[in-house]
């Protein structure tokens, strides 16, 4: 027996119907794509603020190593001054000690090196793209230009130091100088650094040979002054910026 199935025909679906479908699924669209910028702009916002947080953190450790610098700076200078008097004196066998340490303590560098950890993590992430604070962002480009300037001086510290002491090898015997600095039995002194304890002496008494090497000493306490006086400078910046940031992510 067969059995018939009546047929069934199918209502045409009207404009209107379309019209709903097609806004429907525009709407769906629509409020995917915004939740998905919202998702995207919460999490670039969690994310700057991240990258504020370390930066200030950054900031803090390279204000302590500024004081050191500093302090060291002023320390050096003070002791250059007294260096290239008693050099250039009439009495500088009488006081050839106190020369000989001045001169084995200018020989010493302490450069500052910035903690620049979160700063390259953002210019390789594209971190300053998702930085909107335009307070914040000029404050970091003024730090980066004043840190910037004190590795130049450095470099030129450096190149100083060469030619100080090969004027330094013809003035000062090198035996003394490696006798002064000893971690094991010098561990009261600063740097393990000991002035002599005997009167000692001097390599050339050739008015021109020593008055090259207290010029080079110059040049280095010039170099000094100028890298303290910018480090002076990094830390207000820096000091700045850190107010700047704590305002921003509190």
Known sequence: M????????STPRTLKQYVIEFFMIFLAVTLGFFAENIREHFAEKEKAHQYLEDLASDLKQDTAKLNASITFKLQKQQQVDSLVHLLLGADRDKYSREIYYYARMLSLREPFYATEGTLKQMENDGGFRILHNKEIIEKINHYIAAKDKIVQIQQMEDNISVQMRTAASKVFDARVFEKMLNPETNAAFKYYIRPPEQPVSFTTNNPRELNEYANWAVSINTGQTMNRMLMIQL?????NLIEAIEKAVN
Do not use: D, F, I, L
């Open 2 to 9: 067969e059995v018939h199935h009546p047929h069934r025909h």
């Open 235 to 239: 830390k207000e910046e820096a000091t």
